[in-house]
């Protein structure tokens, strides 16, 4: 169970800047402080920004609270392991958002159609394509054909005619053509290995998601299609994080080693 000394760690080491945070750290291991209001006023007195005293004000209350199994030493250690926490989550999940929809020049979104192609261009090893509908993407069909040309290992599952039961009326050949898919791994999930329900009707592949060297993956609402790529409005993120990555590669492996998913 969380206390509030670890909400307040954990509320310091994010809010306030290295060189105040330091400066924390510093008094608090150099020192035995104790956790009466003249040491903590002589302690706040260090800080002359308000907000920073209220802050690190309100971290000392609720140090007081278990000042019988916390010294000022193991506060400090506390909040420079919270803080390295802290920065090492923020390296490993980097997300932005991506969306297709009208230019709204205030807001820093990046557009669908660009992330992809960027994805797409970037690959050195492996690319993994995830869609619904694939249909009218020449720039990306161009993309992908010169990442297999520096040998990427493409692996491709979408939904087709066949696959899905004539839910869509084109399929991947239409959209990328005989040549790369030749090239390429294509996976289906047949229409005989999914649940129905009760008036029979089967579920859909309907999920959208690029995964690109096991490095960064794209989730998105936007199938692989000319009007999702420029006329909808579609919204994703890029998560950069290779553990993320990395579950999604064995998510679908597991499909694929279980039956669930099929070369075409």
């Not at 006023?41 to 971290?59: T, V, Y």
């Not at 989550?89 to 991506?98: P, Y």
């Not at 520096?150 to 009326?169: H, N, Q």
């Not at 290995?193 to 690109?212: E, F, N, Q, T, Y």
């Amino acid at each position: 169970m969380t206390t509030p000394l670890a909400e307040q760690i954990y509320r310091v080491a994010s809010i306030l800047p290295p060189a105040a945070l330091n400066a924390l750290v510093d008094s608090l291991s150099c020192e035995s402080w104790g956790v009466d209001a003249a040491q903590s006023d002589r302690l706040l007195n260090q800080f002359p920004n308000s907000k920073f005293r209220r802050i690190i004000g309100d971290l000392l209350a609720a140090w007081q609270q278990e000042s019988d199994r916390w010294d000022s030493r193991s506060l400090a250690l506390a909040l420079e392991s919270a803080r390295q926490a802290i920065a090492s989550t923020g390296q490993a999940l980097d997300v932005e958002l991506v969306w297709t929809g009208p230019q709204i020049s205030a807001l820093p979104v990046r557009r669908t159609d660009r992330v992809l192609l960027q994805l797409i261009e970037q690959t050195q090893q492996e690319l993994t394509i995830v869609s619904f509908a694939v249909y009218k993407i020449p720039e990306v069909s161009a993309a992908i054909g010169s990442a297999l040309d520096r040998g990427v290992k493409l692996r491709i599952i979408a939904e087709t005619p066949t696959s899905g039961g004539g839910k869509i009326p084109f399929g991947v050949t239409e959209a990328l053509g005989t040549e790369i898919l030749h090239r390429a791994q294509v996976f289906v999930w047949p229409l005989e290995k999914r649940p129905k329900d009760s008036a029979g009707r089967s579920g859909s592949l309907h999920i959208k998601a690029v995964i690109c060297d096991r490095q960064h993956l794209f989730i998105t609402s936007a199938n692989l299609t000319e009007y999702a790529l420029s006329l909808n409005l579609e919204l994703g993120v890029l998560v950069h994080s290779p553990t993320l990555a990395h579950q999604v590669i064995d998510l679908l492996d597991n499909l694929i080693h279980q039956g669930h998913l099929v070369k075409a």
